[in-house]
Nanobody
Framework: QVQLVESGGDLVRPGGSLRLDCSAS????????MAWFRQAPGEEREFVTA????????HYADSAKGRFTISRDNAKKTVSLQMNRLKPEDTAVYYC??????????????????WGQGTQVTVSS
């Protein structure tokens, strides 16, 4: 069992930056692929980015490439999402997730066992 708690959500202006953190407790954090998903009002939860167990391999949705960076610290049991050049369309609740998906299913939310409660990111002037 892994418990995940996100933090860092806020209101930010377009073009600004924000860093989200996710702290884990319980379970074997270092054995899980960690991911960030987001869900805007009226939309389905969508994949943003994931990082494999060693932290050496990362994957990004096209919308996140070049602007977002995921990282993890297995010793501290944390995963972070640095978001730069934010756009209004990035507005959503951001969720941290842990799972063991195969590579081809990395973006499939049903492959993740544990979820945080979410943190709100609002990009608006």
């Amino acid at each position: 069992q892994v418990q995940l708690v996100e933090s860092g959500g806020d209101l930010v202006r377009p073009g600004g930056s924000l860093r989200l953190d996710c702290s884990a407790s319980g379970g074997a954090f270092s054995s899980y692929t960690m991911a960030w998903f987001r869900q805007a009002p009226g939309e389905e939860r969508e994949f943003v980015t994931a990082i494999r167990v060693s932290g050496g391999t990362t994957h990004y949705a096209d919308s996140a490439k070049g602007r977002f960076t995921i990282s993890r610290d297995n010793a501290k049991k944390t995963v972070s999402l640095q978001m730069n050049r934010l756009k209004p369309e990035d507005t959503a609740v951001y969720y941290c997730a842990a799972g063991r998906p195969i590579l081809s299913a990395l973006r499939d939310k049903s492959m993740y066992y544990y979820w945080g409660q979410g943190t709100q990111v609002t990009v608006s002037s």
